[in-house]
């Protein structure tokens, strides 16, 4: 089993990699130095790989077993709160547009500081709610004039 460390430098190695691919398919110049394009490219390319290389050369020697706020992390409710937040915000998109910005605004993050903050802070919840939306929806429409759905 890979570690989880081990995981954004691989990561990162397939990354680069399709981008070096990706910049030897860049067209040639039509004036000038034919290889222009892809010199800049090429470079940051190589230097991810030489980085993300270094980098997994170093945990993959440390073996250090998962740290202690990773753990903590995975455990507990963490792990609920990032997909419930992940799905409101999903649910936001979809409706933004249907209820218009104030009231779709007021219900995430009502719902949000309620996943949060829990039931028994309700008024709290609910203030901020209400006074954040409906200042950024001044601060929009009538400081900024940008027109808000």
Known sequence: MISTRLLMPVFFIFVSIGFLIATFNLPKAKMGDPNAPIYFPAVI??????????????????????????????????????????????????????????????????????????KSRWLVNIVVALLFSLASWYAFSHLLNISLP
């Open 45 to 118: 390319s190589i230097f991810l790989l030489i980085v993300s290389v270094i980098y997994l050369i170093r945990e993959w020697r440390a073996k250090r077993k998962e740290d202690e706020p990773l753990k903590r992390l995975k455990a507990g409710r963490t792990p609920v709160l990032i997909v419930s937040t992940l799905v409101l915000g999903l649910i936001y998109a979809l409706v933004f547009f249907h209820l218009g910005f104030l009231v779709s605004t007021i219900l995430f993050l009502g719902a949000l500081l309620f996943l949060v903050n829990g």
